[in-house]
């Protein structure tokens, strides 16, 4: 990794690290549901944005990242810092249990099968409620004494940053290159020996191993899961993000997790009418520019440029 690249993540913490002193206990807490949702847009753009595998279970595995740790703690008085990357390892193998039988599958049938995958456990958690107390919820321990935002921020921030680092290494290293060239031609990767199913299966489960770490912090700072964690919407605010943001690219997901979550709050007042709202701006983005909001970037700043300088 160059320099710039190492020192980034640094600039960033020292930049957004001060944001809790003026935003307020509210706003805090939008930012802390925000950094959630960075790792989680980033670590699916990982398997549909690079690789061209559309995933409908990222959702999932970050609530069974969340129960896992949640029940580890419970019932077995597991510290919550060891229960957390154990509902890591857990999503991560079920995401190579479900990448072995899936990822041969492509377009709509991959899609389908995850969304059967997703659909099953939810069904199960709400079934199950001597174990997870199904649709009344389960209280989960915090990982900190206090229920106050202030304190987690540094935590999801840290945590935001890490993964984000990880995943650019990925991304730019060979493994990455793979992982475009299967999504642009899957025969022609494997006609020039690259083992598509392999890296497809290690996307994955890298993928669902982000998805439930950053499930567990979740579940750990709100202090209550519910098999409402997998209903579909939540996996429809992930697609909105990263095609908002800018699906393929790095960036996107980040600037998409974050204005949308922002949005999503200021227009809570609004219900079930945000997500309507949300489809129509999707809709006009991508008539705009399919890279979103990123590729609309780059399009304008350009541009902007060159009339400033004439």
């Not at 377009?107 to 199950?128: P, V």
């Not at 900190?144 to 991304?171: H, Q, R």
Request: charged share 15%; proline share 3%.
């Amino acid at each position: 990794m160059s320099i710039k690249a190492t020192l980034f993540p640094i600039f960033m913490y020292a930049i957004l690290a001060p944001l809790p002193l003026v935003s307020g206990e509210y706003y805090t807490h939008v930012l802390n549901i925000s950094f959630y949702y960075v790792v989680m847009a980033a670590s699916w753009n990982l398997i549909a944005g690079y690789t061209g595998q559309f995933s409908l279970a990222h959702h999932a595995f970050a609530a069974m990242g969340g129960y896992t740790s949640a029940l580890l703690v419970i019932h077995y008085k597991i510290p919550i810092l060891l229960g957390i990357p154990c509902g890591g390892i857990l999503a991560g193998a079920f995401g190579y249990f479900l990448g072995t039988l899936c990822l041969r599958m492509r377009a709509i049938y991959l899609g389908l099968s995850t969304w059967a995958f997703s659909e099953s456990f939810r069904i199960t958690l709400s079934m199950s409620y001597k174990l997870t107390r199904g649709d009344l919820g389960l209280s989960t321990p915090r990982l900190l004494e206090t229920a106050k935002a202030f304190p987690y921020y540094y935590i999801f921030l840290l945590l935001a940053i890490v993964c984000l680092c990880i995943m650019y290494k990925i991304v730019h290293s060979r493994i990455g290159y793979y992982m475009r060239s299967i999504r642009d031609d899957e025969e022609a990767a494997l006609t020039m020996g690259v083992d598509t199913v392999k890296w497809k299966r290690f996307v994955f489960v890298t993928s669902s191993l982000f998805a439930g770490i950053a499930g567990a912090f979740h579940a750990h700072y709100i202090g209550l899961l519910s098999p409402v964690s997998v209903d579909f919407n939540e996996m429809a605010i992930l697609l909105i993000m990263v095609i908002t943001g800018g699906l393929r690219t790095f960036a996107g997901p980040i600037i998409g997790a974050i204005s949308i979550e922002i949005l999503s709050e200021l227009l809570r007042e609004y219900g079930e009418i945000r997500m309507v709202l949300f489809a129509l701006m999707v809709i006009v983005i991508m008539r705009v520019n399919r890279d979103g909001i990123v590729g609309i970037g780059r399009t304008v700043l350009p541009r902007i440029r060159y009339s400033t300088t004439y």
